[in-house]
């Protein structure tokens, strides 16, 4: 029995082989081309023999990296915070209350899920100039909470539906009001779409280019988006130390993935039954 279960899988290990190659190939060419001096014209395929780490320096001298990299940091995490809060805590009631006013507000929020975001970005741009939002963290954080927060509140809301509402009953005859059910009952069980929710608002929030570089015009407020793309203009271009920054800005977004895949696994199969 083994043995025709053995025959019945086995064209699974190539193809898994083939996406492993085609996910772990663009890093390969990024590491090599990091580690190229300039004047190294070979292909992008063949990694240098003598390794240099100049790039490296121009990257975190020329190119302000860190600085970057701390702007991008502190605009995730405090966008990552407000998306998670704010999407569970709004879409506790949009799930147990089921009203008109409560399915208006999951239609609207859809609808925010379909909107091009750079088709409102002269409004967008002009409002913040208005309330002094331009070079300033919190105007970045604004436009990002609001084009990631429909997509949390939908996660959200589709997996408190299917917890038992007896829960919730059972503590209101103990006493607890909502809000207290909602933070002692309902988000202890929501660890795994949780997970999924900050790896997908979190990569979002991190890749942001359009917003920023309108948003963010200073150099000290630029994020790693724009301050990588700061090594290319219409004189010079530098892909080398371009390629080491992206490197060191990708390490964090890997070893997040590799920490929180299998609650971003579960919580986007749990939300998607559910």
């Known amino acids: 029995m083994s043995m025709v279960r053995r025959e019945r899988v ?3 290990y190539p193809v898994l082989a083939l996406v492993a190659v085609v996910y772990l190939a663009p890093i390969y060419v990024l590491a090599g081309i ?7 014209l070979s292909s992008y395929w063949h990694f240098p023999g003598e390794p240099t780490w100049q790039n490296f320096i121009s990257a975190i001298v020329t190119g302000h990296i860190f600085t970057a990299l701390k702007n ?3 605009i995730t995490v405090c966008s990552v915070i407000l998306i998670v809060s704010i999407g569970a805590i709004t879409a506790y009631p949009l799930a147990r209350m089921k009203t008109r006013f409560t399915k208006g507000m999951t239609a609207f929020a859809l609808i925010i899920m379909m909107v091009p975001p750079l088709s409102i970005l ?3 741009y ?6 002094g939002g331009i070079n300033r963290y919190w105007g970045i954080i604004v436009t990002l909470l609001t084009f990631e927060l429909p997509l949390s509140i939908f996660l959200y809301a589709n997996f408190i539906r299917a917890i038992p509402q007896a829960l919730d009953e059972a503590a209101h005859i103990d006493g607890a009001g909502p809000v207290r059910t909602f933070v002692q009952i309902i988000f202890p069980q929501l660890h795994s779409v949780t997970a999924s929710v ?13 917003f920023s570089l309108y948003i963010l015009q200073k150099t000290i407020m630029k994020p790693i988006t724009v301050a990588i793309s700061g090594f ?3 004189e010079t271009s530098n892909l080398n130390a371009a390629a080491a920054a992206a ?5 964090p977004v890997i070893i997040l993935f590799l920490i929180l895949q299998r609650y971003f696994i579960k919580g986007m199969v749990d939300s998607a039954i559910k």
Not at 198 to 210: A, E, F, M
Not at 247 to 251: A, N, Q, S
Request: aromatic share 16%.
């Open 232 to 234: 290319f203009s219409q």
């Open 72 to 74: 991008t940091v502190i």
């Open 34 to 40: 990091s580690f190229k001096p300039i004047s190294d």
């Open 10 to 12: 086995w064209w699974r």
């Open 247 to 251: 490197l060191l800005v990708i390490l």
């Open 198 to 210: 900050i790896i997908l608002s979190g990569i979002h929030c991190w890749n942001d280019y359009q």
């Open 122 to 124: 002269v409004p967008l």
């Open 126 to 131: 002009a409002t913040l100039v208005g309330y």
